[in-house]
């Protein structure tokens, strides 16, 4: 199987700054793409940013304070978040669309266990 194993979350000030790192391991025969989603308390999980390639996405209340990065011989994707706000607050969880055996097979889906980010004086 696979396994996606996030790090990085904590308390910061608002302002601050955080790296999280997700590794992805088990069976992989190739990463389509990679991203980072977060739930907030009483609300849906939501994008953050997503990596396909070189090519990059982010949602607006995160673009110009959000940086995506992708490490392909670890397979692992990063995001660096700055001048963090309050509403940055939330579980962020990991997504990784992966083909498990060959080139032909589908992309399947997996999600990290979660880790929080909390921003508060």
């Known amino acids: 199987q696979v396994q996606l194993v996030e790090s990085g979350g904590g308390l910061v000030q608002p302002g601050g700054s955080l790296r999280l790192s997700c590794a992805a391991s088990g069976r992989i025969f190739s990463i389509n793409d990679m991203g980072w989603y977060r739930q907030a308390p009483g609300k849906e999980r939501e994008l953050v940013a997503r990596i396909i390639s070189s090519s990059t996405n982010y949602a607006d209340s995160v673009k110009g304070r959000f940086t995506i990065s992708r490490d392909n011989a670890k397979n692992t994707v990063y995001l660096q978040m700055n001048s963090l706000k309050p509403e940055d607050t939330a579980v962020y969880y990991c997504?990784?669309?992966?083909?498990?055996?060959?080139?032909?097979?589908?992309?399947?889906?997996?999600w990290g266990q979660g880790t929080q980010v909390t921003v508060s004086s």
């Open positions: 997504n990784a669309g992966i083909k498990i055996t060959s080139a032909f097979s589908p992309v399947n889906r997996f």
